[in-house]
């Protein structure tokens, strides 16, 4: 008896049912046989009850592993080509970032000429995202990332050739086309992984690009030093063009090694069945908010199951989820637009900051975002789950707006600015993972994941406009301190930081379902 209750215990809620329902139906088929057919069945059968229910038939959600034992998994071998080859990608994006419009300054370039150049990349992806993300729905993820990671290459070579500020642009125009490799290799991973391991994959996505980014302006400044010390003249942007023909270089050998160590045969295609799979007069919902679809081993058998299976009705439509996550994604891009584009302009008018000393400020924070999304947030999801991470995201990113505007001594001014970056980081991932977390099968998250991304770049495209007006509109006003942007954006912030709790809300109403 007491073996039974620990093998009771040890076991999932619905293996136990199921357990007892098989065991009672081979009793009664052995017993039509006679007392003594039905003797010998069992004087043969196993004693242990644990070896069946390894065998039981069960929908996945049922045998999901506890939160810290998915932690502790290990996540699959092919995530790592996947975050090497968004590394590589925003390498050449960490040294356009820094190192363009000087670049373009050196080619004659007017300052409107370099604005054209940073926002025609923004255009370039709002309008392109969505096509590649669908693209990879029908092809496969890892052939849509070698294309994307071939494109910024050749990308980054125009760039090297253009003799005027025009090339440049063309340049940027064509990196910008190629630039979904972040929502594709978001859709990859997740594709690959169980939906506990979710937030764990995509925090390594997220980790990986803002490690390019602190990656490539340090690797341009190694190379310029190099350069300088064999006797390299700076004539015409040489030293630039020579850091993009590297990076360049260094891309198309990660995909060369790609090839080389056969990472071209995983198969990223989206393998979960079509949402539509599962529809009888109502939609299966999961317990964790997906459909039942979602949930299922993908076999005939299965699939059979979870046709015959009782269906509640479903809660509630959901097509106000993703816009509102949309909503959330731009707020944490202008409060990242204005920790590095806007702060430009606050930490050396009002800072006092130099050149040097933003760009150390700019390197360390991007460091603090990536220590964040590898150790902090996979801990805190743990804890608390995607919903109330975004939220403490948000939190933690509008108090510190407000606090970057109001304290400008040092080092307190610093602390504050690395604490909202971290903010930052933790709500962007958290808002990825809950994009991924309410979307209905592969191709629905990977088209919600672009729709995020494509939305962002279009806001890259206003924001910074926008919040260099406000700046200015601030320092002319009585005050002259420049925080009116910080205010603004900080009260959006706050403003949604409800959403992702009402969220949580409606997904518990659908457990409860």
């Known amino acids: 008896v007491e073996l039974l209750a620990a093998e009771r215990a040890a076991m999932p809620p619905l293996r136990w049912p199921l357990l007892i329902l098989a065991v009672l139906s081979e009793s009664a088929v052995a017993y039509r046989g006679g007392p003594s057919a039905f003797a010998r069945s069992v004087s043969h059968r196993q004693p242990s009850l644990a070896r069946f229910a390894a065998r039981a038939p069960v929908p996945a959600c049922a045998a999901t592993p506890p939160p810290d034992a998915a932690e502790r998994e290990r996540l699959p071998a092919a995530v790592l080509p996947i975050t090497l080859t968004v590394f590589a990608q925003m390498i050449g994006e960490g040294l356009a970032l820094t190192s363009l419009p000087l670049h373009m300054k050196s080619l004659g370039a007017s300052t409107v000429m370099s604005g054209v150049a940073v926002s025609g990349f923004s255009l370039s992806s709002l309008i392109f995202t969505p096509v590649v993300v669908r693209i990879s729905n029908r092809v496969g993820r890892y052939k849509v990332l070698r294309v994307c990671l071939l494109g910024c290459a050749l990308a980054q070579l125009l760039i090297v050739q253009a003799s005027t500020p025009g090339g440049v642009v063309v340049g940027r125009l064509v990196s910008g086309v190629f630039a979904a490799s972040v929502p594709v290799a978001q859709a990859a991973v997740t594709d690959l992984v169980s939906p506990a391991q979710s937030a764990l994959a995509l925090s390594r996505v997220s980790a990986v690009s803002q490690l390019g980014v602190v990656v490539g302006p340090a690797f341009g400044a190694l190379a310029i030093a190099v350069l300088n010390r064999f006797g390299v003249a700076d004539i015409a942007g040489m030293h630039m063009r ?272």
Not at 447 to 468: D, F, Q
């Open 242 to 513: 020579c850091v993009f023909a590297v990076s360049s270089a260094f891309a198309m050998g990660v995909l060369l090694l790609q090839f080389a160590f056969g990472a071209a045969s995983f198969d990223l295609k989206p393998a979960e069945p079509p949402a539509e799979l599962i529809v009888v007069g109502s939609e299966a919902v999961s317990p964790s908010g997906r459909r039942l679809s979602d949930a299922l081993p993908l076999s005939s058998k299965a699939t059979e199951v979870a046709e015959a299976l009782p269906l509640v009705p479903f809660v509630r439509k959901r097509p106000y989820d993703q816009w509102a996550l949309r909503f959330v994604a731009i707020s944490i891009g202008w409060g990242l637009t204005l920790c590095m584009a806007t702060y430009c302009l606050f930490g050396s008018a009002i800072v006092g900051y130099t050149q040097q000393r933003l760009s150390i400020n700019f390197s360390v924070a991007a460091a603090v975002s990536v220590v964040a999304q590898l150790i902090l947030f996979p801990k805190l999801v743990n804890k608390l789950g995607e919903h109330l991470v975004c939220a403490f995201g948000l939190t933690v990113s509008s108090i510190g707006l407000i606090g970057v505007s109001l304290f400008k001594l040092n080092p307190l001014h610093a602390a504050i600015y690395l604490i909202t970056r971290t903010g930052n980081a933790l709500g962007d991932t958290a808002c990825a993972t809950l994009v991924a977390r309410a979307s209905d099968g592969s191709e629905a998250r990977a088209r919600n994941l672009g729709a995020i991304y494509s939305v962002r770049a279009g806001a890259r495209i206003v924001t910074p406009l926008l919040s260099a007006w406000l700046f200015e509109i601030s320092r002319r006003g009585a005050s002259g301190g420049g925080a009116l942007p910080y205010f603004i954006v900080s009260a959006i912030t706050a403003a949604l930081i409800p959403v992702p709790l009402v969220l949580k809300s409606f997904e518990e109403k659908r457990k409860e379902a």
